[in-house]
């Protein structure tokens, strides 16, 4: 089946710890992207992609960094610059431009 | 800038009850516009879909009517169901050539009790 997985689900870092997030998908989709979830904030976008090796920052990218070597994987870096780190983090694939995104199941980051 | 701005939950209803959750937004040009839910510590799934002026997107037996004039897209369900318990989120994409992420508003916590 088609999808998109990130992974862990769950993940607790120490603070100033840097941490990577993990998004594939095998949708065959050109556009990912990430999110940031808080408790009465809505969806924020971090970084976003639409193509192999381009990444642009999205709305709220300090303290995040992203790469996009290969078309299925988008992994998400957690610097220890980000000042408030804990939160679900979500990512999402689309065909491009102005289509749907679809979205995988999320990592819950708890720094202590 | 873009923005979505939809009623603030928690909605609490009893099971059968008329659904109705208001959106509204600002947005350049003619946007697409999406509904999608979220079910406690899962992703967003898409629930439906709008992208022109006047289109009904549906499923699920929800339904939204993407209105430009008053530029809202309400979603509407006629008899809810326990199942139907999560947060709904609105959307639009502008179709920008650069900035391609969805605009959300901040998500409605529906509660639907038997």
């Known amino acids: 089946d088609g999808g998109i997985t990130q992974s862990p689900k769950y993940l607790f870092r120490k603070e100033g710890q840097n941490v990577t997030l993990s998004c594939e998908q095998n949708l065959n989709h050109d556009a990912m992207y990430w999110y940031r979830q808080d408790p009465g904030q809505g969806l924020r976008l971090i970084y976003y992609s639409q193509i192999v090796n381009d990444f642009q920052k999205g709305d709220i990218a300090e303290g995040y960094s992203v790469s996009r070597e290969k078309k299925e994987s988008f992994p998400l870096t957690v610097t220890s610059a980000q000042k408030n780190p804990t939160a679900f983090y979500l990512c999402?694939?689309?065909?491009?431009?102005?289509?749907?995104?679809?979205f995988g199941p999320g990592t819950r980051l708890t720094v202590l | 800038g873009n923005s979505v701005t939809q009623m603030e939950g928690p909605v609490t209803l009893s099971e059968e009850a008329f659904l109705t959750i208001n959106c509204t937004y600002t947005a350049t040009g003619y946007p697409s516009l999406f509904w999608y839910v979220q079910y406690p510590g899962e992703g967003l799934q898409l629930l439906l879909k709008a992208t022109k002026a006047d289109d009904k997107g549906s499923n699920k037996g929800f339904e939204a009517t993407y209105r430009k004039e008053t530029t809202s897209f309400h979603l509407e369900k006629g008899s809810v169901q326990v199942s139907d318990s999560a947060v709904y989120f609105c959307a639009l994409s502008d179709h920008r050539g650069g900035a391609d992420g969805l605009t959300f508003g901040k998500g409605t916590h529906l509660i639907i009790q038997p």
């Open positions: 999402a694939s689309s065909h491009g431009q102005a289509g749907e995104q679809f």
